[in-house]
T-cell receptor
Framework: AQTVTQSQPEMSVQEAETVTLSCTYD???????LFWYKQPPSRQMILVIR??????QNATENRFSVNFQKAAKSFSLKISDSQLGDTAMYFC???????????FGQGTELSVKP | DGGITQSPKYLFRKEGQNVTLSCEQN?????MYWYRQDPGQGLRLIYY???????QKGDIAEGYSVSREKKESFPLTVTSAQKNPTAFYLC???????????????FGQGTRLTVV
């Protein structure tokens, strides 16, 4: 069975600094999708960034970028120039390519401090 | 505006009672999902449905039931067999495109269920 592991339950970063959130996964599939979702205090889940496994280039969305290491099954999220509005729970998710079912990690609670 | 609507936002249930959580989407998405969120455990899949009149159990289906009679609607019933139902429940939907595999999921705002 596929699993997703986020080993950092909590992290904090100073405003304007850079922070990296870790995620590892386990699968025997070759083609799949990986996602980072953000859940602010409102509890609304928001897609941050998406990576397709067959693409070697790391995805980037403004201040958010990923470091996708397929052989190591690692998918970390880097947030540059952190802002107070980035304070949220961040979830790594894996699409197991078996019908669009998303598997989530345990989450990392990120606090951005002024 | 297109989106997913969950209702109610807060729900209280007495022990031994069944309760139904509503989830409606107007995104014309084929696939819909129910997740349960507990502190420190992330999101766990309860049930999912890829087409009308069909659904599959997720990782923690015991004590729950669903139906998918319409494309737009995927209600979740928490039965009295669910021993620890107090949790935050999230509904999601995605466009199931097997050619492009665009499986980005859109989420509702959640329902907080409390057993009293």
């Amino acid at each position: 069975a596929q699993t997703v592991t986020q080993s950092q339950p909590e992290m904090s970063v100073q405003e304007a600094e850079t922070v990296t959130l870790s995620c590892t996964y386990d699968t025997s599939e070759n083609n799949y999708y990986l996602f980072w979702y953000k859940q602010p205090p409102s509890r609304q889940m928001i897609l941050v960034i998406r990576q397709e496994a067959y693409k070697q280039q790391n995805a980037t969305e403004n201040r958010f970028s990923v470091n996708f290491q397929k052989a190591a099954k690692s998918f970390s999220l880097k947030i540059s120039d952190s802002q107070l509005g980035d304070t949220a729970m961040y979830f790594c998710a894996f699409d197991d390519n078996q019908g669009g079912k998303l598997i989530f990690g345990q989450g990392t609670e990120l606090s951005v401090k002024p | 505006d297109g989106g997913i609507t969950q209702s109610p936002k807060y729900l209280f249930r007495k022990e031994g009672q069944n309760v139904t959580l509503s989830c409606e989407q107007n995104l014309n998405h084929d696939a819909m999902y129910w997740y349960r969120q507990d502190p420190g455990q992330g999101l766990r899949l309860i049930y999912y449905s890829q087409i009308v009149n069909d659904f599959q159990k997720g990782d923690i289906a015991e004590g729950y039931s669903v139906s998918r009679e319409k494309k737009e609607s995927f209600p979740l019933t928490v039965t009295s067999a669910q021993k620890n139902p107090t949790a935050f429940y999230l509904c999601a939907s995605s466009r199931e495109n097997r050619v492009m595999r665009n499986t980005e999921a859109f989420f509702g705002q959640g329902t907080r269920l409390t057993v009293v």
